[in-house]
């Protein structure tokens, strides 16, 4: 099992950037591939982006490919997304979840850890 936290969320304006952390603690964090997804008031959670254990291999969500960017450091037990030219539709709060399968699934039921969540807030 992995604990998760996320932080970094705040309001900003469209176009801006912004860079979300989610801290593990758990001894299997560099066996687990990560992802990031968010949901949006009255809207299902959606996937935004998933990595791979090493760090090598990345999958994104059509509506973030090009402007979001997740990443990784096994030594920190952390995972980074990096948002730039945030619209307001980016509005949502944003989870990371651990998958053990090391894949890079989208679905959510995949991911077996999750974290409370932080909220990015995007003004137009």
């Known amino acids: 099992q992995v604990q998760l936290v996320e932080s970094g969320g705040g309001l900003v304006q469209a176009g801006d950037s912004l860079r979300l952390s989610c801290a593990a603690n758990?001894?299997?964090?560099?066996?687990?591939?990560m992802g990031w997804f968010r949901q949006a008031p009255e809207k299902e959670r959606e996937f935004v982006a998933s990595?791979?254990?090493?760090?090598?291999?990345?999958r994104y969500a059509d509506s973030v490919k090009g402007r979001f960017i997740i990443s990784r450091d096994n030594t920190k037990n952390t995972v980074y997304l990096q948002m730039n030219s945030l619209k307001p539709e980016d509005t949502a709060v944003y989870y990371c979840?651990?998958?053990?399968?090391?894949?890079?699934?989208?679905?959510?039921?995949?991911?077996?850890?999750w974290g409370q969540g932080t909220q990015v807030t995007v003004s137009s």
């Open positions: 979840a651990a998958d053990p399968s090391g894949r890079l699934f989208s679905n959510a039921i995949y991911y077996g850890d």
């Open positions: 758990g001894r299997t964090f560099s066996r687990n591939s």
């Open positions: 990595i791979n254990p090493s760090g090598g291999t990345t």
